[in-house]
Nanobody, 123 residues
Framework: QLQASGGGSVQTGGSLRLSCAVSGRTFSRYTLVWFRQAPGQEREFVGG????????YYSDSVKGRFTIVIFNANHTVYLHMNSLKPEDTAVYYC??????????????????WGQGTLVTVSS
């Protein structure tokens, strides 16, 4: 199971850190990703990290502003968000898949999902 938290309201230029606690004994095998969904829009890939390859990948819209970090001691993946913009406003979801370390940008590829946490960025 995945449990996301950390959402909230910030002003433009602010920062937030989202957390996703992952339970289960297969944590080290997961490719871990974040998606987001704004009202009336489709779910959008934000970024992901492969534990098997050590690589990360981000969408162009967040590259350079968002960073994904894994803390193995507590099986948690974090999404550090800096320089937030109003267009970052969305419900953010963490997701996971056991897939040999491939970071895919399509949401249907991921079997395990957190419940979502709302991020609101005001101008």
């Amino acid at each position: 199971q995945l449990q996301a938290s950390g959402g909230g309201s910030v002003q433009t230029g602010g920062s937030l850190r989202l957390s996703c606690a992952v339970s289960g004994r297969t944590f080290s095998r997961y490719t871990l990703v974040w998606f987001r969904q704004a009202p009336g829009q489709e779910r959008e890939f934000v970024g992901g990290i492969s534990q098997s390859t050590g690589t990360s990948y981000y969408s162009d819209s967040v590259k350079g502003r968002f960073t994904i970090v894994i803390f193995n001691a507590n099986h948690t993946v974090y999404l550090h968000m800096n320089s937030l913009k109003p267009e970052d406003t969305a419900v953010y979801y963490c997701a996971a898949a056991i897939n040999g370390g491939i970071i895919r940008t399509i949401s249907t590829h991921y079997r395990y999902w957190g419940q979502g946490t709302l991020v609101t960025v005001s101008s």
